[in-house]
């Protein structure tokens, strides 16, 4: 669909529309609202799909059935990458994504997502909570007439699936990978050929020879996809997104007509959800995991140092790129980078660390 006819057929008075469409006299004479969450995800998608549908059912259910959350899933009222537009102009009141699905509307939306050699999970919390992430998050959306919260994470993904050894940098010359967003764009910069491409076309892309490899999630959604019937070498870690935060974005003026008692319902049920996805990822990513490598014999590699260099140092350059865009893309950069630097230490001590040495210790 065209995004500029989109648009233009949309209803007008956006703010008006969004706060009449939400405001009826019968939901309001009912002491009731209906809303309505779009989504990016194919319906009950393991994680994504039914972690949104745990922050409709949250909102909803301590509610009291006040606020009534009804999920569209992709494609059931508005195509999965017309929700932001969906949502800004009021045809919809929420939606949950990621949000570089909306580089295209501005690149700093990716921050709130992950860039290659960005944030893992708890570090893109920690910014956005303590790191005045979320002040920057809203004043970039503010532009677009929406309000966001964290409402998810995946965690760190894993560096994807391919047809062939990954030994050198010069194996990715030519190479046909499915990789969006600011990952894709790095890794055409050291020769690939990146493209993108929706999840259900991912699969078949491989069977055919169309492309030669591809990025996903990780263990437990890769695992649901079978990329191991046509795969051999499943490699990692993913540099392309060390932890990548969901969203749950509303429509600023149906957001600012909620009630304070409302609005901090609503934020404790993305926080809510922000923490049970993450767990849920943990957890199903180490029993699938098990599964790939044992019951259908995948060889798990890992890129060398050598090929993690050269991929760190263009991820700087093209965020970096992004960072130039204007002074809000600055502004968000500047912040990130910064925290970056304060946090990534204490990422090193806490978690590494321990984890390295446990693994020595417990030889697990």
């Given at each position: ?88 102009n009021g045809t919809a009141d929420m939606y949950h994504a990621a949000e570089y699905y909306w580089q295209g509307k501005h690149k700093a939306f990716n921050f709130f997502t992950a860039v290659p050699f960005g944030f893992t999970a708890n570090e893109l919390d920690a910014w956005v909570h303590y790191g005045g992430g979320q002040e920057l998050w809203d ?226």
């Open positions: 669909m065209n995004r500029r006819k989109f648009l233009t057929g949309a209803a007008t008075g956006v703010a008006a529309g969004a706060a009449a469409a939400t405001l009826s006299a019968p939901a309001i004479a009912q002491g009731k609202r209906d809303l309505k969450m779009v989504t990016t995800w194919p319906k009950n998608f393991p994680g994504l799909g039914t972690g949104a549908q745990r922050v409709a059912d949250r909102i909803t259910a301590a509610s009291g059935g006040k606020l009534n959350v009804k999920l569209y899933a992709a494609g059931e009222l508005v195509p999965p990458f017309e929700s932001f537009d969906a949502v800004s004043k970039l959306s503010a532009q677009y007439n929406l309000k966001s919260f964290m409402a998810g994470n995946t965690g760190v993904q894993m560096g994807g699936w391919f047809n062939k050894e990954i030994n050198t940098l010069e194996d990715f010359k030519g190479l046909k990978i499915r990789m969006p967003g600011l990952g894709g764009e790095v890794l055409r910069r050291i020769g690939a050929a990146a493209v993108t491409l929706p999840g259900g076309e991912i699969f078949p892309s491989l069977e055919s020879g169309a492309i030669d490899a591809t990025e996903w999630v990780g263990p437990w959604n890769d695992l649901a996809f079978g990329f191991y019937k046509v795969t051999k070498y499943y490699y990692q870690p993913g540099f392309h997104e060390p932890g990548s935060g969901l969203a749950c974005g509303m429509n600023k003026d149906v957001w600012e007509s909620f009630a304070p008692d409302e609005q901090a319902l609503i934020q404790s049920a993305c926080a809510a959800e922000n923490n049970v996805m993450l767990s849920e990822y943990n957890a199903k990513n180490g029993d699938s995991l098990d599964v790939l490598l044992n019951k259908h014999n995948v060889e798990l590699r890992t890129f060398t140092q050598d090929i993690m260099d050269a991929l760190g140092a263009k991820s700087e350059e093209v965020v970096k790129e992004v960072g130039q865009t204007d002074d809000i893309s600055k502004e968000i950069y500047d912040s990130y980078i910064e925290f970056r630097r304060k946090v990534s230490r204490w990422t090193q001590l806490s978690e590494s660390d321990y984890t390295a040495a446990r693994g020595a210790a417990l030889k697990i």
